[in-house]
C-alpha cells in the first residue's frame, strides 16, 4: 500500500482536459473534455501521483487526509492569462460616464481611463500595494483561479514599474495564487511624455527594460498596441527590446481598431495575442499558422459595451486554440470570475461550455508556457484541483453571477472552503 498526502474523492464528474491531442487545442479537440466520473485522486509533495476509478485508487493507496467531495464536479484550477491586478483606486466614476455617453477613448483623452491609475499608483508605497494585491490573489483562489498573469503597468516610470514588479514577487513568494509577472511600461503614454513620445519610447528601451531584467523581475512584456496608444512599429522595437533582454513577447492587440496587432505578435513570436475584438481576416490568418496563442477577453467588451467583440466563434472553427481571460482592472473589466467570463464566451461567441473550459484550462496554461504543468488532471502535474457544485460542465457556464466552487485545492493542499450546501437545479 502506497502512502500519499491526500487522496480526493468524488462520484460526479471528473473533467480531467486530459485527452491524445497535446496542447493547445483549437477547433474539434476544444470540446472533450476527458470526462471520467467516480474517480479518485492520490496527492503527492503538490503532484498528483496516482489518477483513476475511486476502487482502484482506494485499493492501492492510503493516506491521513482524505477529502470526500460526494457528488461535487471536480476539474483543474481555472488559469487567468490576462489580468491587471496592480492597482491602488478603483474607477466607479468612469463606469458612470460611460453609462452617460462617453465612450473609452474620449474618458482616457480627458486624462482618466489608465492615466488615472497612474497618478493613484505613483502616490502608493510597494507596501501598500502589495498588500492590496494579497486580498485581491485571495478574491481570485476563492474564484476558483490558480494561476494568474499578472502585469504591471500603472506605473509608466522605472521607479513605479519596478515597485509594481515587486509588489508581484513579494506577494507571489508566500500566497498560494500563483502569479505570472509581466512587465507592461508600455501601458500608456505618462502625462509628462505627452509632448514627448519618442523620449517615453526610449527610456522604455534604454532604461526601464534593462532594469526589470537585471532584477529578473518579469517573464513576460507586454505593449498596448493601439492607435492611440502604441503604434504597431513602436511596439515593434519595445518588444524586441524585451526580447533581447529574456522577456519574451504579449501583445494587447487590436482591441479597438484593426492595426496589425496580431499580425505583430506573430511577426515577433508572442506568446499571446490578447484582445483581438477588431482583428482583421489577414490577422486571424497569421495566428493560424504561428504558436501566438489568442486571448480573449470577452468581460472588456461587455464592460465597455462596446459594439464590436472578437470573432471567437470563427477562430474556433478555424482551428485556432483561443484562450480565455478576465483582464481584471480597475476601470474596463473590474472582475476576478472566470466562470463569468466563460458565461460571456458561450452568449457572444457561441462557444459551447466545453470550448470556454478548454479555454480557461489548457490553452490558457499553454498561452503561459505552462501546458506540462498545470491545466489538466494527469498523473506528475501539479496538484492544482477545484470542486463545484455543478451536475454537469455545461452547468458551469449556465449559472452566473454566483460562485459554484466550494473547494480549491493549490499544490496539493486545501487553500479555500466555501460553504454551499448543495446545487441548487
Same mark, same amino acid.
Given at each position: 500500500?502506497?502512502?500519499?498526502?491526500?487522496?480526493? $474523492?468524488?462520484?460526479?464528474?471528473?473533467?480531467?482536459?486530459?485527452?491524445?491531442?497535446?496542447?493547445?487545442?483549437?477547433?474539434?479537440?476544444?470540446?472533450?473534455?476527458?470526462?471520467?466520473?467516480?474517480?479518485?485522486?492520490?496527492?503527492?509533495?503538490?503532484?498528483?501521483?496516482?489518477?483513476?476509478?475511486?476502487?482502484?485508487?482506494?485499493?492501492?493507496?492510503?493516506?491521513?487526509?482524505?477529502?470526500?467531495?460526494?457528488?461535487?464536479?471536480?476539474?483543474?484550477?481555472?488559469?487567468?492569462?490576462?489580468?491587471?491586478?496592480?492597482?491602488?483606486?478603483?474607477?466607479?466614476?468612469?463606469?458612470?460616464?460611460?453609462?452617460?455617453?462617453?465612450?473609452?477613448?474620449?474618458?482616457?483623452?480627458?486624462?482618466?481611463?489608465?492615466?488615472?491609475?497612474?497618478?493613484?499608483?505613483?502616490?502608493?508605497?510597494?507596501?501598500?500595494?502589495?498588500?492590496?494585491?494579497?486580498?485581491?490573489?485571495?478574491?481570485?483562489?476563492?474564484?476558483?483561479?490558480?494561476?494568474?498573469?499578472?502585469?504591471?503597468?500603472?506605473?509608466?516610470?522605472?521607479?513605479?514599474?519596478?515597485?509594481?514588479?515587486?509588489?508581484?514577487?513579494?506577494?507571489?513568494?508566500?500566497?498560494?495564487?500563483?502569479?505570472?509577472?509581466?512587465? $507592461?511600461?508600455?501601458?500608456?503614454?505618462?502625462?509628462?511624455?505627452?509632448?514627448?513620445?519618442?523620449?517615453? &519610447?526610449?527610456?522604455?528601451?534604454?532604461?526601464?527594460?534593462?532594469?526589470?531584467?537585471?532584477?529578473?523581475?518579469?517573464?513576460?512584456?507586454?505593449?498596448?498596441?493601439?492607435?492611440?496608444?502604441?503604434?504597431?512599429?513602436?511596439?515593434?522595437?519595445?518588444?524586441?527590446?524585451?526580447?533581447?533582454?529574456?522577456?519574451?513577447?504579449?501583445?494587447?492587440?487590436?482591441?479597438?481598431?484593426?492595426?496589425?496587432?496580431?499580425?505583430?505578435?506573430?511577426?515577433?513570436?508572442?506568446?499571446?495575442?490578447?484582445?483581438?475584438?477588431?482583428?482583421?481576416?489577414?490577422?486571424?490568418?497569421?495566428?493560424?499558422?504561428?504558436?501566438? &496563442?489568442?486571448?480573449?477577453?470577452?468581460?472588456?467588451?461587455?464592460?465597455?459595451?462596446?459594439?464590436?467583440?472578437?470573432?471567437?466563434?470563427?477562430?474556433?472553427?478555424?482551428?485556432?486554440?483561443?484562450?480565455?481571460?478576465?483582464?481584471?482592472?480597475?476601470?474596463?473589466?473590474?472582475?476576478?470570475?472566470?466562470?463569468?467570463?466563460?458565461?460571456?464566451?458561450?452568449?457572444?461567441?457561441?462557444?459551447?461550455?466545453?470550448?470556454?473550459?478548454?479555454?480557461?484550462?489548457?490553452?490558457?496554461?499553454?498561452?503561459?508556457? $505552462?501546458?506540462?504543468?498545470?491545466?489538466?488532471?494527469?498523473?506528475?502535474?501539479?496538484?492544482?484541483? &477545484?470542486?463545484?457544485?455543478?451536475?454537469?460542465?455545461?452547468? &458551469?457556464?449556465?449559472?452566473?453571477?454566483?460562485? $459554484?466552487?466550494?473547494?480549491?485545492?493549490?499544490?496539493?493542499?486545501?487553500?479555500?472552503?466555501?460553504?454551499?450546501?448543495?446545487?441548487?437545479?
Amino acid at each position: 500500500m502506497q502512502h500519499a498526502d491526500t487522496l480526493v $474523492l468524488s462520484q460526479g464528474p471528473w473533467l480531467t482536459l486530459s485527452t491524445p491531442v497535446a496542447p493547445p487545442r483549437g477547433g474539434t479537440a476544444m470540446n472533450d473534455l476527458g470526462e471520467k466520473s467516480d474517480w479518485a485522486a492520490a496527492l503527492v509533495d503538490g503532484r498528483i501521483a496516482a489518477l483513476g476509478p475511486k476502487e482502484e485508487i482506494l485499493g492501492a493507496w492510503e493516506a491521513d487526509d482524505v477529502l470526500d467531495l460526494g457528488r461535487r464536479l471536480v476539474m483543474p484550477g481555472f488559469i487567468d492569462p490576462h489580468t491587471h491586478p496592480v492597482f491602488n483606486a478603483s474607477r466607479e466614476r468612469e463606469f458612470e460616464m460611460r453609462n452617460q455617453g462617453k465612450s473609452y477613448v474620449e474618458i482616457a483623452q480627458a486624462g482618466g481611463g489608465i492615466r488615472s491609475s497612474v497618478r493613484s499608483l505613483r502616490e502608493a508605497s510597494e507596501d501598500l500595494l502589495a498588500d492590496l494585491l494579497a486580498r485581491r490573489a485571495t478574491g481570485f483562489l476563492t474564484l476558483g483561479t490558480t494561476t494568474i498573469e499578472a502585469k504591471s503597468g500603472y506605473g509608466l516610470s522605472r521607479e513605479d514599474e519596478l515597485k509594481s514588479l515587486r509588489a508581484i514577487r513579494s506577494v507571489a513568494s508566500s500566497h498560494p495564487l500563483d502569479m505570472i509577472p509581466t512587465f $507592461l511600461g508600455a501601458h500608456e503614454i505618462p502625462d509628462e511624455y505627452r509632448e514627448d513620445r519618442e523620449g517615453y &519610447i526610449r527610456l522604455l528601451i534604454e532604461d526601464m527594460i534593462p532594469a526589470v531584467a537585471a532584477e529578473g523581475l518579469a517573464r513576460y512584456a507586454d505593449v498596448f498596441c493601439e492607435a492611440h496608444v502604441f503604434t504597431t512599429e513602436e511596439s515593434q522595437r519595445i518588444l524586441e527590446a524585451a526580447a533581447a533582454h529574456g522577456m519574451p513577447a504579449r501583445v494587447h492587440a487590436d482591441e479597438i481598431e484593426s492595426t496589425g496587432g496580431a499580425e505583430l505578435a506573430v511577426a515577433v513570436g508572442a506568446a499571446s495575442a490578447d484582445h483581438l475584438g477588431a482583428i482583421s481576416d489577414a490577422g486571424i490568418e497569421a495566428l493560424a499558422g504561428s504558436k501566438t &496563442i489568442p486571448v480573449l477577453l470577452p468581460g472588456t467588451s461587455f464592460y465597455l459595451n462596446l459594439d464590436h467583440i472578437a470573432p471567437g466563434r470563427r477562430m474556433v472553427d478555424r482551428g485556432l486554440p483561443v484562450a480565455l481571460a478576465t483582464d481584471f482592472n480597475p476601470g474596463s473589466c473590474p472582475t476576478r470570475s472566470l466562470p463569468m467570463i466563460m458565461t460571456l464566451a458561450c452568449l457572444h461567441y457561441g462557444f459551447t461550455a466545453a470550448e470556454a473550459i478548454t479555454a480557461c484550462t489548457v490553452n490558457a496554461a499553454a498561452s503561459l508556457g $505552462l501546458a506540462e504543468d498545470r491545466g489538466r488532471l494527469e498523473v506528475g502535474l501539479r496538484a492544482d484541483i &477545484i470542486a463545484l457544485d455543478a451536475p454537469t460542465a455545461r452547468y &458551469i457556464p449556465y449559472v452566473f453571477g454566483e460562485n $459554484l466552487v466550494t473547494h480549491v485545492i493549490k499544490d496539493g493542499r486545501l487553500v479555500i472552503r466555501n460553504d454551499r450546501s448543495e446545487t441548487t437545479p
